[in-house]
């Protein structure tokens, strides 16, 4: 708050001080203007006594005065002018800036300007100065007199004179001085003259010595300085508030207040307007910055005056020694005497013996005459006494009371004085003595009666409303509110300063307003909003009035409050105006600042308010920038940009796709980050290098990134190619609803090029112009950005030099477009841009992009505290040249049956200029293409010459093989698959294993539909190496993801079960039936009609296809809609020696043809699938062997048991459909494969859906431990000994002659397994059911009961049994129980061997 330093008990005395008026020979005064002050000037500083003064009242009482104060003025003849008083206001407050150390008393209320004394000043160089004397003396009496001149007022006609004879020192005679001075005191006495000695140095040695300036803070032209600031510092209540009163009457009597401290050295009032102006000029206008802006050339000019020059130490000493003696020696005992006299008078008038003092207490204790509202008195304002009235007296006597501090009897006259007046019904006095009579009552010692607020409330009003006197309610007022906030009622005192606000001065109505504001911020319980809304009505009142600066900070101090509230369009309102008045006062940074924040807050007002916002700050800054031309770019407001947003993409766009040939869909900027997505490429890149590094992923391995955005790890400097393009995708928002246009628009890059001899050289670049052979810039022409609209910008740079780059934001210029809105006050500038928009104006700036790393979260003191990692986006470093592959898909599909072959082709480009080698490719669905094993031959080439061939190779068959297998063999190491190879990672077979640079390459892929239905989304990785090892980029990877929709087809399921016959070429071994059943799934959606079966091959390392069991008559085997196929093939063991002497990697492949074509199942594509489907099985490691011990040979005993069950044969179902698509046949080709481990377990070609487990109740203990099962299941047992009988299958027996019938019976038993196994045959019949008896009874096995055989490995023994039945029927032979056991091992596993089918025999009678 702008608090006076001086308590308002020091303030009012220092207010109202006795007025001594001085009258200087033309000689004196030069003597005053060598230190450059008049003689007023000169005693200013030494006016204030350092002692106290004591004096008596009328009862002869000894009272004390403290700290009294004299002003001493020039004589002015000239009354002040009512419009001068206004300019000097202005110029007061224009120059009251609020500074730090601004002095307090720049301008006080005023002195009471009656004088009470006269001082006379010659100087003794004069000839004659006693003669000079009295004509000083003459002239003040005819001012005084003479009723020519009304101005200056005199308090009473007796007026003290005082004679002052000044002496130069340094130039004067001293002895004449001395007698001079004796001759004044023969002739007016001790106490009326006086010999003032002064410049005791010579002008020209008052650079030698530094002596103070006291004078320097009293005097207007250097105290009140012109500040710059906008601070609100210490100043001065008086400054801003009682300046209005300079020119106040104290009462009715035309007393009136002169300010003190006007450098009085003219004979004109320093208030006299300059005759040259115009006094009828408003000087609330605006047009009164002119005057103001002189005042500051006329301070400017004065600046380097030195006062007192001429004056020493001693100098000083002696006028503060003169102003001593005349208040002692002559004022106060003159004002004593005055008082004196007029108690008499006013005693003498009452006829009254006692003194005024008893007198009072009388007329206070009597009945009080009841006071007259103020709405019934008569307006009789002008009511006027003459000088001597005796009314006026005891107004007199309060007035000098006053003035020496006897605020006792000062408000005893005052109050006396007021009855006297309501009763004449003399207003304008009775106001006078009523607020007098207030301030006397405050400043009474002892406070022995409370305030009368009534008084003062009285007296306002009476000024205000009935004498029509504002200049005199302003000063009541200001009082009364200092009086109330020395009484902490600042709402009283807030009240009343509002009260006072007219229409009729804005300056005035401004000081009020800002002094209530204060009045509210300053209370017990502080009214924040209630201060802030005076603060801008004040604003707006010193805006009207022409004080911009006091404007400015009035609207700055109510923003401190309204800021951050959310009162959005008062914020916004206030910084506008502080926009404004900024820039009328060329405060251009603080203009700009101010327009900036009303638009980057979420503005709500009207889009062409916005526009008006806009079009203001864009015209401001454009004055600003113009000022420093070369100076760096500011930071422009808008759009916003969302930093953490930002997108780097390194490397060229994708191709579009051009007819049949689709380029790989790699990385762009247009797809969507997706975390999952992003670990399945990081897991196969991590897989790819792993296999390139011999299985281990080295140390430095860092996954390929080419777009980073805010999900992407940031925390290294990512690398770029030189001559490949890096994209930034800036996120520009406008939250405006004015449309935004920005021209011009790149990035602002700084680039540290890397010599080859190592050198650093750091340039900052910001366009093409710069340097384009380092970097190269994309510029976009236009770029518009509707309202409210959130949008993308795409910049490219190119860099040319390998080093390290740091991309710092985007430069641009900022526009809107022209003619979208049109707001009052504001035209359109002329247009400054030719373009697809037209632009009405545009400034050029940058916004930097500044994006903050992570949050670390890892140690202790990271967790505790907020820290934040690095986000290296935006600091590439260019490293030398990479070969770059582009890949494209020539007859890609998008739909495939499930199972379908197709052949498509791939073309491998590289667009680089270095060679590339090393090209692998990786993908998480290996089964889903091929390129070809080792033994595929690449014909033909190209995709065109391939349309109606085949996707298999095949061989034209003779009918005669029809039935039979044809056999071949391949190896899985030649298709890229083995133990412990990696089937996901396939080199791709590039002649000489490079790309040399700009050469291209197509390969045939062929490719499968997956064996679900559905779409499928399958990703490949190309993983490719220079030739030339780089040390920073040790490899390149390119993206593809393929979009497959397959639809259903064929289902195939198959089952193997031992054969019962023995018709083998080597009589061991075994045969086995495969039963394979094909059903047609497909509802006929892709219009598929039919499907053949054309093929059925096998593949395996022990096991093949011989026959097929039932080929019906017709050989095509077709499978309409929903319709199911059943095969049967004959399956025997590869020869011995075979597979002794392949690798165990050796397949042996059997084909069973259905038409006359063979489709080599062990050439490319059928067995890359093939294998393909295996790859799963082959990648599970092989069982370690480890310690023997009693559970190791149970766990190898159930080992070799589980093996006899196992198969091991693989079935491949080959297939054709045909298709009608726009009324043309294609025929579609295709496989599924069965893999069949287990005899009797079913297989499926396609993946079975676990069934959801059923919910179980919850179990409350430890489980066992789960280990191998001791005892093999009966079904694992059934498998270790197979059993067949050979008997006729029908035979005829003459019952009638021969009772009994015997039939021979061969029991075959073969040992299925690898180890010896001894076999117990038991031929007794089983009892144990009712149902076995009637089945059994009726025949019996004759002969041995029991046979223990002991079979080696894979050996088959025959036993011969007789049979006995004594009827004919129907008999099953299968009743002979086998138990079985491993020879070797101690364990016991014995189990009844079931036969898989009954051995039925037929007994005739004859």
């Known amino acids: 708050m702008a608090q006076c330093v001086q308590s308002v008990q020091e303030l009012i005395p220092d207010s109202f001080v006795p007025c001594v008026a001085a009258l200087c020979s033309d000689e004196a005064e030069r003597l005053t203007r060598l230190n450059h002050l008049s003689f007023a000037e000169l005693l200013k500083p030494f006016s204030r006594l350092t002692s106290e003064v004591h004096m008596r009242d009328p009862n002869n009482q000894l009272h004390v005065i403290k700290n009294l104060k004299i002003a001493v003025s020039n004589i002015i003849t000239q009354p002040p002018q009512p419009g001068v008083i206004r300019k000097l206001l202005n110029d007061v407050v224009f120059g009251s800036q609020p500074a730090e150390g601004l002095v307090a008393n720049v301008i006080t209320a005023g002195d009471y300007d009656l004088n009470i004394s006269g001082m006379l000043v010659a100087s003794s160089s004069e000839a004659e100065p006693v003669e000079q004397f009295s004509k000083l003396s003459q002239e003040q009496h005819r001012i005084q007199h003479n009723n020519d001149y009304s101005y200056p007022k005199w308090f009473i006609p007796n007026t003290l004179k005082y004679y002052v004879l000044l002496h130069d020192v340094s130039a004067g005679d001293e002895q004449r001085a001395e007698s001079i001075y004796e001759e004044m005191k023969q002739k007016y006495g001790t106490q009326g003259c ?85 006094s009828s000029n408003s000087i609330d206008g605006p047009d009164h910055v002119k005057s103001a802006s002189s005042l500051h050339e006329t301070k400017k000019a004065n600046a380097g005056i030195i006062h007192g020059a001429c004056l020493t130490l001693t100098d000083h000493d002696r006028i503060r020694q003169f102003i ?472 490219k740079l190119f860099p040319h030099h390998i080093g390290e780059l740091h991309i710092l934001g985007v430069v641009y210029n900022l526009g809107t477009i022209q003619g979208s809105m049109t707001v009052d006050g504001i035209g359109a500038l002329p247009g400054c841009h030719t373009g697809k928009h037209s632009l009405s104006m545009s400034v050029r700036g940058r916004q930097d992009l500044e994006i903050q790393g992570p949050r670390l979260n890892n140690t202790k003191e990271e967790k505790t505290s907020i820290k934040y990692g690095p986000d290296r986006r935006l600091d590439p470093i260019i490293t030398e040249e990479m070969p770059l592959l582009e890949v494209f898909f020539i007859h890609f599909p998008t739909g495939l049956l499930c199972g379908e072959i197709r052949k498509a082709y791939v073309e491998f480009v590289n667009v680089s200029k270095c060679p590339l080698t090393g090209l692998k490719v990786v993908s998480k669905r290996p089964e889903f293409f091929t390129f070809g094993g080792n033994t595929a031959v690449l014909t033909p080439l190209s995709p065109s010459a391939s349309e109606n061939c085949s996707a298999y190779k095949t061989v034209v068959t003779d009918s005669t093989s029809v039935c039979t297998a044809l056999i071949s063999s391949a190896s899985s190491v030649d298709f890229g698959i083995g133990i412990g190879s990696q089937p996901e990672v396939i080199p791709v077979p590039l002649p000489d294993t490079v790309l040399l640079p700009g050469a291209s390459v197509q390969l045939p892929m062929w490719l499968r539909g997956p064996d679900e239905e559905g779409v499928h989304e399958i990703n490949f990785l190309f993983y490719y190496e220079s030739v030339k090892k780089q040390p920073k980029i040790r490899h390149r990877i390119l993206r593809h993801t393929a979009v497959i929709c397959t639809s259903r087809s064929l289902n195939v399921r198959a089952t193997v079960c031992r054969s019962n016959s023995l018709e083998d070429e080597e009589g061991r071994g075994g045969n086995m039936l495969v039963f394979v059943d094909v059903e047609n799934t497909n509802t006929s959606e892709a219009g598929v009609k039919e499907f053949h079966i054309v093929q059925v091959s096998s593949s395996s390392k022990h096991w093949k296809l011989q026959k097929s069991v039932n080929l019906s008559e017709n050989k095509d085997a077709k499978l309409a809609s929903r319709e199911k196929g059943k095969f049967c093939f004959k399956a025997v063991r590869c020869k011995e020696e075979e597979v002794a002497t392949q690798s165990s990697e050796k397949y042996t492949f059997a084909d069973i043809i259905f038409g006359n074509e063979q489709i080599v199942s062990s050439a490319s594509p059928c067995a890359d699938f093939f294998y393909r489907s295996l790859s799963s099985e082959l990648k599970k490691p092989q069982a370690q062997s480890s310690v023997h011990t009693d559970k190791q040979s149970i766990e190898d005993t159930m080992r070799l048991i ?119 045959v038991d031929l007794r019949h089983k009892t144990t059911s009712p149902e076995a008896l009637e089945i059994h009874g009726s025949f019996t096995w004759l002969g041995q009961t029991q046979y223990k055989l002991q079979l080696k490995s894979q050996e088959i023994h025959s036993l011969q049994l007789k049979a006995c039945f004594v009827h004919t029927g129907v008999y099953n032979l299968g009743t002979p129980r086998v138990f079985a056991k491993l020879s070797d091992q101690v364990t016991v596993f014995e189990t009844s061997q079931q036969n898989s089918m009954p051995a039925l025999i037929i007994i005739n009678n004859v």
């Open 194 to 278: 006086y010999l003032l000695k002064i410049n005791s140095r010579t002008p020209n040695r008052a650079s030698d010595e530094q002596i103070p300036d006291p004078w320097s803070q009293y005097l207007q032209k250097n105290s009140i300085q012109n500040q710059e600031s906008y601070e609100d510092g210490p100043c001065t209540i008086t400054s801003n508030k009682n300046s209005d009163s300079n020119l106040l009457s104290l009462d009715g009597l035309d007393n009136e207040v002169k300010v003190d401290g006007l450098p009085n050295n003219f004979r004109a009032h320093p208030l006299q307007l300059d005759p040259s102006g115009d």
């Open 324 to 795: 001593q003696e005349f208040t002692f020696r002559g004022l106060l005992p003159h004002i004593e005497k005055t008082i004196r006299q007029l108690n008499d008078q006013l005693i003498s008038r009452k006829g009254l013996s006692r003194s005024l003092f008893s007198a009072t207490k009388k007329w206070f204790s009597g009945s009080k005459v009841p006071e007259k509202s103020i709405n019934e008195l008569k307006n009789t304002s002008g009511l006027l006494y003459p000088p001597e009235a005796p009314e006026l007296q005891i107004r007199k006597m309060a007035d000098l009371c006053f003035l020496v501090q006897h605020y006792d009897l000062a408000y005893s006259c005052y109050h006396t004085a007021k009855k006297d007046f309501l009763n004449d019904q003399a207003m304008l006095y009775a106001a006078g003595a009523l607020e007098m009579a207030a301030v006397s009552a405050f400043l009474q010692p002892g406070a022995p009666r409370p305030y009368p607020a009534h008084y003062m409330d009285t007296a306002i009003q009476t000024y205000r409303d009935i004498c029509k006197n504002m200049v005199l309610a302003e000063r009541c007022v200001l009082l009364s509110a200092e009086i109330l906030k020395s009484q902490s009622k600042y709402s009283e005192a807030a009240a009343l300063l509002i009260r006072l606000t007219s229409e009729d001065s804005d300056l005035r109505s401004a000081l009020l307003l800002e002094q209530a504001a204060h009045c509210f911020i300053n209370m017990k319980s502080p009214m924040v909003r209630k201060y802030a809304f005076h603060m801008i009505l004040a604003g707006h009142r010193f805006s009207k009035a022409g004080q911009k600066k006091h404007a400015l900070r009035c609207y700055c101090q109510a923003m401190q409050v309204y800021k951050g509230k959310g009162w959005s369009l008062a914020e916004d309102h206030i910084n506008f105006t502080i926009g404004r008045q900024s820039y009328t006062l060329r405060q251009l940074d603080n203009a700009v600042s101010a327009f900036r924040h009303i638009l980057i807050n979420e503005s709500k007002q009207s889009a062409a308010q916005q526009g008006a916002f806009l079009r203001e700050y864009l015209y401001v800054y454009k004055n600003v920038s113009q000022l420093s031309p070369d100076g760096p770019l500011p930071q422009l407001p808008l759009p916003y940009i969302n930093s953490s947003a930002t997108r780097v993409f390194f490397g060229h766009d994708r191709r579009p796709a051009d007819g049949e040939k689709q380029a790989a869909t790699h990385v762009s900027l247009d797809q969507e980050y997706d975390s999952e997505s992003s670990q399945q490429w990081r897991e196969l890149e991590e897989q790819v290098v792993s296999v390139v590094n011999r299985g281990v992923l080295p140390s430095s391995f860092y996954p390929t990134q080419y777009c980073l955005n805010s999900y992407s790890d940031n925390s290294r400097f990512p690398l770029a190619v030189v001559e490949e393009p890096i994209t930034v995708e800036v996120a520009f928002r406008n939250p405006l609803k004015v449309p935004l246009l920005l021209t011009d628009l790149s990035l602002l890059w700084k680039f540290q090029p890397k010599d080859v001899s190592g050198k650093d050289d750091e340039e900052v670049k910001e366009l093409v112009k710069g340097e384009p052979e380092m970097i190269g810039t994309e510029v976009i022409s236009e770029f518009l950005i509707n309202s409210e609209e959130s949008k993308v910008a795409r910049l």
């Open 1202 to 1320: 589980q093996k006899c069950s196992d198969v091991d044969l693989n079935i491949v179902v080959l297939w054709k459909a045909y298709v009608v698509e726009d009324s043309k046949q294609l025929i579609l080709e295709g496989q599924h494969h069965v893999v069949l481990h287990t005899i009797g377990k079913e297989a499926f070609s396609y993946p079975q859906k676990q069934e959801p487990p059923e919910m179980e109740l919850l179990k409350f203990f430890r489980p066992e431990n789960t280990t191998v099962s001791s005892r093999p299941s009966v079904e694992q047992l059934s498998n270790l000994i197979k059993t067949s009988f050979h008997y006729p299958e029908s035979f005829s027996h003459p019952f009638h002659q021969k009772s009994l019938c015997l039939v021979p019976v061969t029991l075959l038993l073969s040992n299925c397994s690898k180890a010896n196994v001894d076999v117990i």
